[in-house]
């Protein structure tokens, strides 16, 4: 994959892309990422990149001029035949989730869009960009952070990047639960011991404490996320039992159809 990042503040980036698993990954060749600063592309004496908002309000906005040139050298016009997929960091975006990550790994060519000032002129989005992408319902000064974001869920996801045995915990949110609690030595501290059943080395027993751990957990602290879960459970149940094959019943009680679900994902 390579990720090119359009922004006003190029030095931000470069600790960043420098150390753990990016950097790992650039080094490995695995990502490959092109930091560019906007205003290479301007033409007038100042490099100016923004003006203020027709209409009138607070603060600057960030004009076409040069932003629209800018992506299209970077990542090409507009269009089916473009190679890359520009994506502008916002708070109008759509929010980024675990499973939107998971499909942008699969992106050969990211461009990222970071905004300054009270926004981009809406020119822009019409004509240079994919999509806008919110890492939260929260305002920020800038897309940089927002975009450092994003190459951080995603470059872990690329394969090869996490040494991939342990890249089940690719799943610690992909099952759509919050991580339950977890240890490590010593096993009392401060009076507080680690619950007997880790050191059991009994791994279903082990396996099953933390299924309900997360479960509980996720309960208490998102129960958002577990009323989501239960709701494509109930679609994936619909279209198993429209398949009419009986694999799928129909007839049970709720329990029933709870150990069906759980006995297909162990599979
Ligand atoms: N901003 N998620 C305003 C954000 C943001 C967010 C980025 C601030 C764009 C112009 N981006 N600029 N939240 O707050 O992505």
């Not at 009392?188 to 751990?213: F, K, M, N, T």
Request: proline share 8%; net charge negative; with cysteine.
């Amino acid at each position: 994959m390579r990720i090119d990042i359009i922004t006003l503040f190029p030095e931000l980036f470069a600790p960043f892309l420098d150390v753990s698993f990016v950097g790992q990954a650039r080094e490995k060749g695995l990502v490959e990422v092109a930091v560019h600063d906007l205003r290479d592309w301007t033409t007038d004496r100042h490099r100016t990149v923004d003006d203020s908002p027709y209409g009138g309000g607070p603060g600057m906005l960030m004009a076409p001029e040069p932003l629209v040139p800018a992506i299209e050298e970077v990542a090409g016009p507009k269009g089916p035949d473009r190679p890359a997929h520009v994506v502008a960091m916002s708070p109008q975006g759509a929010p980024l989730t675990q499973p939107r990550l998971g499909e942008l790994a699969g992106v050969d060519r990211l461009v990222l869009v970071c905004g300054r000032y009270e926004g981009i002129d809406d020119r822009v989005y019409e004509l240079a960009i994919d999509e806008e992408i919110s890492i939260g319902d929260y305002v920020l000064s800038g897309g940089e952070v927002p975009a450092m974001v994003l190459i951080e869920g995603l470059v872990r996801l690329v394969p090869g990047v996490l040494g991939n045995p342990e890249s089940a915990r690719i799943d610690s949110f992909g099952g759509g639960l919050l991580e339950g609690p977890q240890y490590t030595r010593p096993p009392i501290y401060r009076g507080l011991a680690v619950p007997e059943v880790l050191r059991s080395g009994d791994h279903a027993a082990i396996a099953r404490w933390r299924a309900e751990q997360a479960l509980e957990r996720t309960r208490k602290r998102r129960p958002d996320l577990v009323s989501a879960r239960e709701d494509r459970e109930a679609v994936t149940d619909a279209g198993v039992d429209a398949r009419g094959d009986g694999s799928g019943g129909g007839s049970g009680a709720d329990e029933d159809r709870g150990a069906k679900r759980d006995a297909k994902r162990e599979s």
